[in-house]
């Protein structure tokens, strides 16, 4: 096993928020540690629980390119949650 992915291991990433999901941790960016190991999804789905409503879904980017789910973050890396525009 690598020593990046060692379940014990801690890492930090720094994750910028848009529109509602902004709105609702009162923050544009904030660093977070996560284990190592860990997928942009489960960060998504720890930093934003399923609510009454469910969970707002959103595109994934790691360092400013779109990524899969299955993602799995890296130290220093910089992580987006883009909910849907809104328009009308």
Same mark, same amino acid.
């Given at each position: 096993?690598? *020593?990046?992915?060692?379940?014990?291991? #801690? =890492?930090?990433?720094?994750?910028?928020?848009?529109?509602?999901?902004?709105?609702?941790?009162?923050?544009?960016?904030?660093?977070?540690? #996560?284990? !190592? $190991?860990?997928?942009?999804? !489960?960060?998504? *789905?720890?930093?934003?629980?399923? $609510? &009454?409503? %469910?969970?707002? &879904?959103?595109?994934? !980017?790691?360092?400013? /390119?779109? #990524?899969? /789910?299955?993602? #799995?973050?890296?130290? $220093?890396?910089?992580? !987006?949650? =883009? &909910?849907?525009? %809104?328009?009308?």
């Amino acid at each position: 096993m690598e *020593a990046d992915s060692a379940p014990d291991r #801690v =890492i930090e990433v720094t994750v910028r928020y848009f529109a509602v999901l902004r709105e609702r941790r009162g923050c544009d960016e904030e660093r977070v540690p #996560v284990a !190592a $190991g860990t997928t942009v999804a !489960a960060l998504y *789905a720890e930093l934003f629980p399923v $609510g &009454p409503q %469910g969970r707002l &879904p959103v595109l994934f !980017a790691v360092d400013q /390119a779109y #990524v899969r /789910a299955d993602t #799995v973050l890296r130290e $220093g890396a910089e992580v !987006a949650f =883009i &909910p849907p525009l %809104g328009g009308g």
